[in-house]
């Protein structure tokens, strides 16, 4: 599993043309790849490196800040580059392997009292945020 972390001042998710997410404020945008050898123990122990991780002002985590939280799924972090100019794919999850663990990751995190928004899994989503710092990271497991 591979997440991408942002601290933003601000973000935003839409689906044709509607809010579904986001947050204003300090927080973190995390973009979740998952692969086909992901488990569910995979997502929990992501979820707790991100709310853990102390990447925010001051360097405090977002679990120290409460710092809201908005996860939106990333098929395209298992993007395979090494041939030509077209990605290959195969090495992200299919739908019903990664949208479970993707919500398995939102889970984690609101057990441990993140305030976390989401995108919709497969949508075609428009995501704006301000990026703090920049701080971003890529966070494995």
Same mark, same amino acid.
């Given at each position: %599993?591979?997440?991408?972390?942002?601290?933003?001042?601000?973000?935003? $998710?839409? $689906? +044709?043309?509607?809010?579904?997410?986001?947050?204003?404020?300090?927080?973190?945008?995390? !973009?979740? @790849?998952?692969?086909?050898?992901?488990?569910?123990?995979?997502?929990?122990? /992501?979820?707790?490196? /991100?709310?853990?991780?102390?990447?925010?002002?001051?360097?405090?985590?977002?679990? +120290? #800040?409460?710092?809201?939280?908005? $996860?939106? &799924?990333?098929?395209? !972090?298992?993007?395979?580059?090494?041939?030509?100019?077209?990605? &290959?794919?195969?090495?992200?999850?299919?739908?019903?392997?990664?949208?479970?663990?993707?919500?398995?990751?939102?889970?984690?995190?609101? &057990?441990? @009292?993140? #305030?976390?928004?989401? @995108?919709?899994?497969?949508? +075609? %989503?428009? $995501?704006? !945020?301000? #990026? +703090? @710092?920049?701080?971003?990271? /890529?966070?494995?497991?």
């Amino acid at each position: %599993m591979r997440a991408v972390v942002q601290v933003a001042s601000k973000a935003v $998710v839409h $689906v +044709d043309g509607e809010r579904v997410g986001g947050f204003d404020g300090p927080g973190l945008v995390v !973009l979740v @790849g998952v692969t086909h050898t992901d488990t569910e123990a995979d997502a929990d122990k /992501i979820a707790q490196k /991100i709310w853990q991780l102390r990447i925010m002002d001051d360097e405090k985590s977002a679990s +120290d #800040n409460r710092a809201p939280v908005l $996860v939106v &799924s990333q098929f395209t !972090l298992y993007a395979d580059l090494k041939k030509g100019r077209r990605p &290959s794919w195969s090495a992200a999850a299919p739908r019903p392997v990664s949208e479970p663990l993707v919500e398995s990751v939102v889970a984690a995190l609101v &057990s441990r @009292g993140a #305030n976390v928004t989401t @995108g919709v899994f497969g949508a +075609d %989503m428009q $995501v704006a !945020l301000t #990026n +703090d @710092g920049p701080r971003t990271v /890529i966070v494995e497991v």
